[in-house]
């Protein structure tokens, strides 16, 4: 596997959160009835920046959270021996709030689709808005995004990788070459 393409650097990405939070307050006319809860792990990372932009702006905090899905996943059983399950983190009702489930890459909507069951076993929400950073095509459900970073179209030999300095050390979205094999 090779780099094709670093799509964002440090920079980008922090224009990026700032755009997306301008977007989260414009559509929801203010932070009084979101909350924000990211998909483990680096939607969780991308989920406290949001919310600290967001503070920033609006003077507000938001409810923010963690999701794990590993439960959820219909890959569960195919793609790890042992799952690592970590907890969730949602200390606050999520009864009738707009939530925007956050996370790094879309494709397939598999895991969208995992934790919006997380969710719905959570509580009554009013809303689910779907932010990702990075919108790479590919779709095996009906699921779209509200809020997109950057649309990356790629090639089932690609890869995007999101890298956060909270679990990688950098900020940067790179595009991969798979190994044909």
């Known amino acids: 596997m090779k780099v094709k393409a670093k799509i964002l650097d440090e920079q980008g990405i922090q224009r990026t ?3 997306l939070a301008h977007e ?3 559509n929801n006319k203010g932070t009084e009835n979101i909350a924000l809860v990211g998909i483990q792990t680096r939607g969780e990372f991308l989920a406290y920046r949001l919310r600290n932009k967001i503070e920033e702006i609006e003077g507000s905090t938001v409810p923010t959270g963690i999701l794990n ?3 959820y996943r219909d890959d569960v059983r195919v793609k790890l021996k042992q799952p690592e399950i970590k907890a969730t983190n ?3 009702d999520i009864t009738d709030l707009n939530i925007i489930l956050i ?3 879309l494709y ?3 895991t969208v689709r995992s934790a ?3 969710l ?3 509580g009554r929400y009013s809303s689910i808005q779907l932010l990702v950073l990075i919108d790479r095509g590919h779709r095996e459900l009906p699921i779209r995004a509200d809020y997109v970073g950057k649309n990356i179209p790629t090639s089932i030999n690609e890869e995007v990788r999101v890298k956060l300095k909270e679990v990688d050390g950098e900020d940067a979205v790179y595009l991969i070459e798979l190994n044909k094999e």
Request: hydrophobic residues 50%; proline residues 0%.
């Open 90 to 92: 949602i200390l606050f």
């Open 103 to 105: 996370d790094d890459v």
């Open 120 to 122: 719905t076993d959570l």
């Open 108 to 110: 397939t909507g598999r």
């Open 116 to 118: 919006m069951d997380a």
């Open 24 to 26: 989260i307050i414009e």
């Open 69 to 71: 899905i590993t439960l």
């Open 17 to 19: 959160i700032t755009r």
